[in-house]
Nanobody, 118 residues
């Protein structure tokens, strides 16, 4: 099992910034993808950004140029720097850890609320 602990959500005005962190522990693997997904009320969970253990990143079109994902492999921690926040970024943000071992397993954090006021 992999445990994920998220932090950094909160309330911010439009145009502001927040930084999310997610630390993984337990049965982590050197080959993995960590990322952030979000779910707004009444909507499906969607990808925000991912980064693999080699540092390659993927971003949703809606956040390109505003959000930056990074990671510290030594700490098994992923970060999401969110700048230029918009009201439509309001959602619960979930950390995801995809472990590649004998099998591929997905683990999820408990979620952290991000609210952007207009």
């Amino acid at each position: 099992q992999v445990q994920l602990v998220e932090s950094g959500g909160g309330l911010v005005q439009a145009g502001g910034s927040l930084r999310l962190s997610c630390a993984a522990s337990g049965s982590v693997s050197s080959i993995n993808v960590m990322g952030w997904y979000r779910q707004a009320p009444g909507k499906q969970r969607e990808l925000v950004a991912t980064i693999n253990s080699g540092g390659s990143t993927v971003y949703a079109d809606s956040v390109k140029g505003r959000f930056t994902i990074s990671r510290d492999n030594a700490k098994n921690t992923v970060y999401l720097q969110m700048n230029g926040l918009k009201p439509e970024d309001t959602a619960v943000y979930y950390c995801n850890y995809r472990r590649f071992a004998l099998t591929i397993n997905d683990y999820w954090g408990q979620g952290t609320q991000v609210t952007v006021s207009s």
